[in-house]
């Protein structure tokens, strides 16, 4: 939390889940210089591919979300939930929809409790996330379209039963996310098995955990997270009524990105738009790997351009 990429905000972190005597906690970022009264909220998801990862792992923070952050003076929630394969697909979700209950119910009491005079404004909450962290920004929309306004997500992924997920790598379909080595499946399997029963993961700062990463990417082992249908957007979205008012979605993703794939991006927010209106979301590809908003500010042309819809329909 001590990083200088945080220095303008004030941090600190409370528990809003206990799962078998481990809490799992939800980092709150008040920027420093901030009026009292009501204020936006952003709700950051981190990525990882569900495996790694930490929600104040400074580098996977992309300096324009802080300054957007900054920019309207928000709250910006930043939870861990809980990680694969110590946990399941559900599990995961499950932590998700706790985590947007604490919010609505127990933020208040919290900001109080450390002696802020800032309170949420539950007209103006936003769900952003990267990468894993994108696909659970997308499902927190799905799941709370009465109270989510607005959806980033960042290189998110999206259809996690697709090949990309599910079949190996092969010399028709090579896999190798920026560039890496092969990293054999039995390194995933084997640490899956000796796993403790009952004992849950929650956030460590890479490169730990990466080669699980890598393992379950290139041997097609996402089909382990679980099968039921709320683990897939795309399904979520298709029974989705046309009716019901969904929150704004803009998504970005890198043309050349290696580890999620770009193209899947493009495909769910047609789908989202041929369902809830072309005016409904939007999607922006831009050059670069995964991770390709690394250096990218307020001021980049594609950004501003996504960032327009978003605001107005998170702030008004």
Known sequence: M?????????ITSTPYKTVNKQEI??????????????RPIIVRFHGGFFI??????????????????????????????????????TEILSD??????????????????????VTPDYSKVLSYGESAGGYLAIQSGLMRPDFIKTIIA???????????????????????????????KEAFL????????GKIFTGVAPPERMHLCLAAV???????????????????????????????????HGEQDSAVPCAETVKFVETWKGKFGEESAVVATIDGDHGCDATSTLEDEWLKAGLTGVTKAWIG
Not at 25 to 38: E, N, Q, W
Not at 96 to 117: F, M, N
Not at 219 to 248: H, I, Q, S, W
Request: aromatic residues 16%; contains cysteine; charged residues 20%.
């Open 25 to 38: 906690p939800a980092y709150v970022f008040i920027p420093k210089d901030v009026k009292s009264g009501p």
């Open 218 to 252: 290139q041997n097609g082992l996402f089909g382990l997270l679980g099968d039921e249908e709320e683990l897939f957007p795309a399904r979520v979205l298709e029974k989705t009524n046309k009716d019901v008012k969904v929150p704004y979605f803009f998504a970005f």
């Open 190 to 197: 084997g640490f899956a098995a000796g796993l403790e029963k």
């Open 52 to 89: 790694a990862g930490d929600a104040i792992y400074p580098d996977w923070a992309a300096q324009w979300s802080l300054d957007y952050t900054l920019k309207h003076s928000a709250i910006l929630i930043a939870p861990n939930y809980r990680l694969f394969p110590e946990s399941k697909g």
């Open 96 to 117: 998700i929809r706790d985590l947007w209950t604490w919010l609505e119910k127990d933020l208040p009491a919290y900001l109080k409790s450390i002696g802020s005079d």
């Open 154 to 184: 960042a290189y998110p992924m999206t259809y996690i039963d697709s090949p990309w997920y599910c079949a190996p790598s092969s010399a028709e379909f090579p896999k190798s996310p920026m560039g890496a080595p092969h990293i054999p």
């Open 2 to 10: 001590d990083s200088p990429k945080f220095s303008q905000f004030n």
